[in-house]
């Protein structure tokens, strides 16, 4: 079975999700698979058959959507969602985040190390993959700071290392272009 068609049969068995959400994400996915078709999409396609979508206020994160790979649920707070911030954007942030994740890592994150990369990198894998239609960036700095670093070590390093959850690659990736940490 081909992963676009496992992907839509996992999206099927959601019954957490309504159709229209269904239709949106399998769209952002056939994006994601074409424009970058060396990932292996078997762990998100896993990932969608259960995922969640649920409400948060600012009062809980004042971030416009947040994933918890723990619990496999995706967080949206409607009041930032609402008119500042392209919900098509959000939504594929948030796919990347899925993605990447095991129920410990979210792409190149994990015990609290290379967060700000992780979200640099998500940011502009998005952008790559649909662009932004808000005036409003989510992640700008975190994005640049990254790209600055990810001229470092190579785009195809970086990918692999975000989609494999292995930071000994952009360890090894610095050390190579005489970075120590």
Do not use: W
Not at 26 to 37: F, Q, R, W
Not at 66 to 75: A, E, G, P, T
Not at 139 to 161: C, F, W, Y
């Amino acid at each position: 079975m081909d992963i676009m068609d496992a992907i839509k049969k996992a999206l099927d068995m959601n019954g957490y999700l309504s159709k229209g959400i269904k239709d949106n994400i399998y769209e952002l996915v056939t994006i994601m698979h074409e424009k970058l078709p060396e990932v292996d999409l078997t762990n998100l396609k896993d990932r969608l058959a259960c995922i969640q979508f649920k409400k948060i206020n600012k009062f809980i994160s004042n971030e416009v959507s947040l994933y918890s790979n723990v619990d496999n649920i995706l967080y949206f707070n409607s009041e930032k969602l609402n008119g500042e911030y392209d919900a098509r954007h959000v939504l594929m942030y948030e796919l990347l985040n899925v993605a990447s994740s095991t129920d410990y890592k979210k792409g190149f994150a994990q015990d609290g190390k290379y967060e700000a990369l992780n979200i640099g990198f998500t940011e502009i894998l998005t952008n790559h993959l649909i662009g932004n239609e808000s005036d409003k960036p989510m992640h700008q700095e975190q994005a640049i700071e990254t790209n600055l670093l990810s001229s470092l070590v190579g785009p195809d390093v970086m990918k692999r290392a975000y989609f494999t959850n292995d930071t000994t690659l952009l360890i090894q990736g610095f050390a190579n272009v005489g970075v120590r940490f």
